[in-house]
């Protein structure tokens, strides 16, 4: 985490010639692209792990590659992935129902309809972290309420559009 010179190439290499990787941390990793994420979510099918919070220059594309090949994922954090867009955390739910963690923290474009997909397809999650997604209203809380009973942790601090109707 925090690897500022740590480019696509490494990222690739670990990729081809490390495919069972089931765990991967790349926070704060500003040299990276969205091909290096593909080219990992192409290799290591098995990940179940991935961090990649704080990562300015990665896209939705990113995001959907990992959804679409690492069907097993149960944990992700995209911390502050300012770019990401209700629809792709959707795909990331339909094709990841086993998502049991989530940081969504600080994705400010983030809507209800992101949350609501979470929570109906992802019914399993223990963990999802909210922090300043200021689109949110109750309805999201609602959902997450009545699809995951299992939650244990959620962060909605920040969040300045809830209401007591959310609890």
Known sequence: SGCENLTDGAVVALAKHCSGLTWMCLGSCNNMTDGAVVALAGHCLGLAFVNLSCCDSL??????AL????SGLTNINLTEFESLTDGTVGTLAEHCPGLTSVDLN???NLTDGAVMTLAKHCSGLTHIGLFHCNNLTDLAV???ARHCPGLTGINLSGCENLT???V
């Open 164 to 166: 007591d109707g959310a």
């Open 142 to 144: 609602v959902a997450l």
């Open 106 to 108: 600080g994705c400010e």
């Open 59 to 64: 896209t939705d594309r990113a995001v959907v």
């Open 67 to 70: 959804a679409e090949h690492c």
